[in-house]
């Protein structure tokens, strides 16, 4: 399991990288074409905001991944040593039923809308919401793999594939 997490881990990583690249990208085209050019590409706005909201959803799934997404912990530190593996696991759980439910609202929303083709690039919307619902897959796998290692005993195998890890200390 400990290879297909890394493997995985480094997959979402450089599909991470790449859209942060296209998207990169394709601001620096835009904004040439906009002010040197005097020519906007209502599309490609469009797709820079797609762009911007992928990188958001796997880049969250990413910080699931790596235990940076966001949780107060200001009470569950005050907490007895005694408790803080039953809260870890309810906190799991919760966020675990959660993802469930935005799983099925997603998948719900995309049956009812998903039609709809976008104004600029003129393709269905459906293939840009799944993004929701396959986040929520994600997290929840994650989650899932945090949940399994709790009840084993064991460490969480470190994020890899980050940009943060590969870096080595001089």
């Avoid at 620096?28 to 959803?57: G, P």
């Avoid at 439910?101 to 840009?128: E, Q």
């Amino acid at each position: 399991m400990e290879k297909f997490l890394e493997r995985f881990d480094r997959l979402l990583t450089f599909w991470c990288v790449l859209l942060t690249g296209a998207m990169t990208i394709a601001v620096i085209t835009l904004v040439f074409s906009r002010y040197v050019l005097e020519i906007t590409f209502i599309w490609a706005e469009e797709s820079i905001s797609v762009l911007f909201y992928a990188t958001t959803y796997f880049g969250a799934a990413l910080g699931v991944r790596c235990d940076e997404h966001i949780r107060i912990d200001y009470f569950t530190s005050k907490m007895p040593p005694s408790l803080e593996r039953p809260v870890k696991v309810l906190q799991i759980v919760v966020v675990i039923l959660l993802q469930v439910f935005l799983l099925r609202m997603g998948i719900n929303w995309i049956a009812k809308v998903g039609g709809t083709l976008t104004p600029g690039l003129r393709i269905p919307v459906k293939f840009l919401y799944v993004m929701f619902p396959v986040n929520a897959v994600i997290v929840t796998f994650y989650e899932s793999v945090r949940l399994v290692s709790l009840f084993r005993g064991k460490k969480l195998p470190a994020c890899t594939g980050t940009a943060e890890n590969e870096i080595q200390p001089v």
